[in-house]
């Protein structure tokens, strides 16, 4: 027996069919007695001559197998992962969303993750060690909650998104803004691209000026050739210049060095600063102590020249050539203080317990650096006067005190200046 509903050959006693579970309905059979007890009809001879042709069964339905349910399901089952993933991507891939990244991040502290989030080419001054100092991790310190609010302008280049957010322990909204850029390529080949712009992070063409020769670094960079600003160094007899072209706008850690003096150590926040002048070094205390010592040899030196009544070239490598006309005239005036006349012969003079302090002096209007040494000593001078044809040996103490500026050149400390050191008897 032939199932009705899905075709299937079933046992002729079976009421339900094997395959579908439908009630199975038994062809109804011809009644022959009452076919017989009928009479004959006109044209019966032509029915009778026509084979009679048997009902031909139903063709079976072939049931939907196990695989294909399965194939079915999985489609659909991949057609919602297909939606959820475009649906999720596009919202995790968006402008406001990298926005919203790098904001987090930073209120965070997480710096490495915010900083993977700029559009940013790298040197010495722009990388992730530098990006945790820059001051707008400052300004996120304390972030309460936020929100991010509508785009506050935006083209096929770019968006700006704003955020708006409150402080821990403030009443009021403050807004920050953040600037991204749309990239070439996509990710996972489907969504646009977007990086933070890191203008607003970034200063450019940061100045800073050093006493020449001096050796400078910034952040542990040090600061050669490639920052070197030769035009403004070559206006400048006394300073050298450099230029950082960009870095992170924030604190940053200055460190100056040079042979003989104190190292400079500054904090400079460029927020505040546009540049950083350093005007003045501070020489060391074995420094002074080489021209202290060779201010009191020079003083000594140029007594016994005076006394013996030698010219100017006899102390003249001891001065500086720019400053020689002017102590020319000191060491004349000098030696005519120790030359005899009718009435007095000079005949010693000595210099004993010199002191004294050496220290840092500002020469020139130019603000050349020279040392300071100022010089306390006694002295004997011995005469003979001769007053009215009477001669007596006569002897002279004093005490006194007088100013010697070195300068250091070629390698050497030169005399830029004498006060003080005539004597009276």
């Known amino acids: 027996m032939f199932c009705q509903n899905c ?35 006109p044209n019966m001879a032509a029915q009778q001559s026509q084979p009679v042709q048997p009902m031909k069964p139903a063709q079976p339905k072939k049931p939907m197998s196990k695989a294909w349910v399965v194939v079915a399901v999985e489609v659909i089952v991949l057609v919602a992962a297909v939606a959820v993933f475009f649906n999720f991507g596009k919202e995790m891939n968006s402008a406001e969303k990298v926005a919203e990244k790098f904001f987090v991040e930073v209120a965070n502290h997480n710096f490495k993750e915010a900083y993977k989030t700029l559009d940013v080419e790298e040197n010495d001054f722009i990388n992730e060690k530098n990006f945790e100092n820059a001051s707008c991790n400052m300004q996120l310190s304390k972030v309460n909650t936020y929100e991010v609010k509508e785009n506050h302008s935006e083209d096929k280049l770019g968006k700006d998104i704003r955020i708006q957010y409150r402080t821990k322990g403030s009443s009021s909204n403050r807004d920050y803004y953040v600037s991204v850029n749309k990239k070439s390529g996509k990710n996972l080949l489907f969504f646009d691209k977007w990086e933070v712009s890191p203008e607003a992070l970034i200063v450019e063409d940061y100045s800073i000026a050093v006493p020449t020769g001096a050796e400078v670094t910034v952040d542990d960079i040090k600061l050669g050739k490639s920052y070197y600003d030769k035009k403004q160094s070559a206006d400048s007899d006394y300073y050298d210049y450099y230029t950082i072209p960009e870095m992170f706008a924030g604190e940053h850690q200055v460190v100056v060095k040079k ?20 005007d003045n070094m501070v020489m060391d205390d074995k420094l002074l102590e080489e021209a202290f010592d060779t201010a009191t040899g020079d003083l000594q030196k140029i007594y016994e020249a005076a006394i013996a009544g030698k010219d100017f070239s006899a102390i003249s490598g001891m001065v500086d050539k720019d400053a020689g006309e002017d102590l020319e005239y000191v060491y004349e005036n000098l030696v005519g203080d120790f030359e005899s006349s009718s009435y007095e012969t000079l005949n010693k003079f000595s210099v004993s317990n010199i002191e004294g302090t050496a220290s840092q002096y500002n020469w020139s209007s130019e603000e050349e650096l020279v040392v300071q040494v100022e010089l306390d000593y006694d002295y004997v001078v011995d005469y003979t006067r001769n007053w009215f044809d009477e001669v007596t040996n006569e002897t002279s103490n004093d005490s006194k005190s007088c100013y010697i500026n070195l300068a250091y050149k070629d390698g050497k400390w030169v005399i830029v200046e004498i006060s003080g050191m005539y004597i009276y008897y």
Do not use: H, W
Request: net charge negative; glycine share 6%.
């Open 259 to 278: 042979d003989g003096m104190q190292e400079v150590r500054k904090v400079i926040d460029t927020d505040e600063d546009y540049s950083y002048y350093l």
């Open 7 to 41: 075709g299937t050959q079933n046992n002729d006693a079976s009421v339900f069919c094997e395959n579908c579970g439908a009630k199975l309905e038994k062809p109804v059979q011809p009644n022959v007695a009452a076919q017989q007890a009928q009479p004959v009809q």
